[in-house]
């Protein structure tokens, strides 16, 4: 029992999307619900996380990291903005919760000497990932399903993220203006290195084959076989780094949709309640049951891509559970010494509340 518990804290969305998929099969007749599963979302996703494991494998962010950060004496602003910058632009070809994963406890090991200042770098640092991750298709997960289930092209889908990223990188380097500029007793990672460059230059051409899968010039059944066998061959181990909960909750939220949009009454009230309304209503539920979920819900009811994109991605800030990234930061942040998590919700949700009410009416009025 306790290691059901165990599972259900650790794969909540997973658990969430198996319940709403199974309660909603319960209202409509039986069918072959594998043909809600859109497989080349799924694919492409599994492909870039294998590419993206990989570089994390070789050392890659860390390394990076590490040029970024080197030199004595470091002061707390100006680390704290080069971290903060680095998540802001890793996020968007690596995911936000990679980039989240990968600096945010370098940004608690270097901030160790100072909590108060760690709190604030950290939550400014977290809306940095969500908000840069929305310019790519590849940057948040939902993003690749909505650009996959609109049919959009490059062109279209950067016309509506890239003035919402610029606009949000302004108002960061604003936020990183208030870090106290105070010396860190600490060391960076300086002497890190790429553990394998062979496999490093593999793992980049893979992922340069998902890129060209993703802006579909190249098939996906070709992609998902050559990462497949290429991973394979050089560390079978990568397979284990793939978050297969949240491809799971992916595909148990397609049958979910699937369902739904049979259940006439159901998909009316949501269509009518989202007409004219899709950024406003797709950024609030997102801050319930987070953005992933809530794009691939709404997606079903509403043929106004660009403002389900902005929603969904805008939705990412607010709450700690709006967007699954938010919470990676929150965990890896609990588990410093001497926690303060009523004080870095409030931090947290301060700078997401400024953030969102700055987003919402530019790209309400400026971009849709």
Same mark, same amino acid.
């Given at each position: 029992?306790?290691?059901?518990?165990?599972?259900?804290?650790?794969?909540?969305? !997973?658990?969430?999307?198996?319940?709403?998929?199974?309660?909603?099969?319960?209202?409509?007749?039986?069918?072959?619900?594998?043909?809600? #599963?859109?497989?080349?979302?799924?694919?492409?996703?599994?492909?870039?996380?294998?590419?993206?494991?990989?570089?994390?494998?070789?050392?890659?962010?860390?390394?990076?990291?590490?040029?970024?950060?080197?030199?004595?004496?470091?002061?707390?602003?100006?680390?704290?903005?080069?971290?903060? *910058?680095?998540?802001?632009?890793?996020?968007?070809?690596?995911?936000?919760?990679?980039?989240? #994963?990968?600096? !945010?406890?370098?940004?608690?090991?270097?901030?160790?000497?100072?909590?108060?200042?760690?709190?604030?770098?950290?939550?400014?640092?977290?809306?940095?990932?969500?908000?840069?991750?929305?310019?790519?298709?590849?940057?948040?997960?939902?993003?690749?399903?909505?650009?996959?289930?609109?049919?959009?092209?490059?062109?279209?889908?950067?016309?509506?993220?890239?003035?919402?990223?610029?606009?949000?990188?302004?108002?960061?380097?604003?936020?990183?203006?208030?870090?106290?500029?105070?010396?860190?007793?600490?060391?960076?990672?300086?002497?890190?290195?790429?553990?394998?460059?062979?496999?490093?230059?593999?793992?980049?051409?893979?992922?340069?084959?998902?890129?060209?899968?993703?802006?579909?010039?190249?098939?996906?059944?070709?992609?998902?076989?050559?990462?497949?066998?290429?991973?394979?061959?050089?560390?079978?181990? #990568?397979?284990?780094?793939?978050?297969?909960?949240?491809?799971?909750? *992916?595909?148990?939220?397609?049958?979910?949709?699937?369902?739904?949009?049979?259940?006439?009454?159901?998909?009316?009230?949501?269509?009518?309640?989202?007409?004219?309304?899709?950024?406003?209503?797709?950024?609030?539920?997102?801050?319930?049951?987070?953005? !992933?979920?809530?794009?691939?819900?709404?997606?079903?009811?509403?043929?106004?891509?660009?403002?389900?994109?902005?929603?969904?991605?805008?939705?990412?800030?607010?709450?700690?559970?709006?967007?699954?990234?938010?919470?990676?930061?929150?965990?890896?942040?609990?588990?410093?010494?001497?926690?303060?998590?009523?004080?870095?919700?409030?931090?947290?949700?301060?700078?997401?509340?400024?953030?969102?009410? !700055?987003?919402?009416?530019?790209?309400?009025?400026?971009?849709?």
């Amino acid at each position: 029992m306790r290691e059901f518990i165990g599972f259900c804290k650790r794969e909540f969305s !997973v658990v969430i999307s198996f319940l709403a998929a199974l309660i909603s099969c319960l209202f409509v007749p039986v069918t072959n619900y594998v043909d809600y #599963i859109d497989t080349d979302t799924i694919g492409l996703l599994f492909c870039l996380m294998i590419a993206v494991a990989g570089f994390r494998d070789c050392g890659l962010l860390t390394f990076m990291s590490g040029k970024l950060l080197g030199g004595d004496n470091p002061k707390s602003r100006r680390t704290g903005t080069l971290l903060v *910058f680095i998540t802001f632009f890793s996020s968007m070809f690596f995911t936000n919760d990679v980039a989240l #994963i990968a600096f !945010v406890p370098l940004t608690a090991a270097l901030f160790e000497n100072r909590p108060k200042t760690m709190i604030y770098v950290i939550a400014v640092q977290t809306a940095a990932a969500n908000l840069g991750s929305m310019l790519t298709p590849f940057g948040n997960p939902h993003n690749l399903y909505l650009y996959d289930r609109y049919d959009m092209n490059a062109g279209d889908f950067f016309a509506v993220t890239l003035p919402v990223a610029v606009l949000s990188a302004v108002l960061i380097l604003i936020l990183c203006m208030f870090i106290k500029n105070e010396p860190l007793n600490t060391h960076s990672r300086r002497g890190a290195v790429i553990r394998n460059k062979r496999f490093l230059a593999l793992y980049a051409a893979l992922f340069l084959l998902c890129l060209l899968a993703v802006f579909g010039k190249i098939g996906v059944i070709t992609t998902f076989a050559s990462v497949c066998v290429v991973a394979a061959i050089i560390d079978m181990r #990568i397979f284990a780094a793939v978050d297969y909960g949240l491809l799971a909750t *992916f595909a148990f939220f397609f049958i979910f949709v699937g369902n739904i949009r049979n259940i006439g009454a159901v998909s009316d009230f949501i269509t009518k309640l989202m007409d004219g309304r899709e950024m406003l209503a797709s950024a609030a539920v997102s801050q319930v049951i987070s953005n !992933v979920p809530a794009a691939m819900m709404l997606s079903g009811f509403t043929e106004n891509a660009r403002a389900l994109v902005l929603g969904t991605n805008l939705g990412g800030l607010g709450t700690v559970v709006a967007s699954l990234a938010s919470l990676i930061s929150f965990r890896i942040y609990l588990e410093t010494d001497e926690a303060k998590p009523v004080r870095y919700l409030i931090v947290f949700t301060l700078i997401n509340v400024l953030l969102l009410a !700055v987003n919402i009416p530019f790209a309400y009025f400026f971009v849709l």
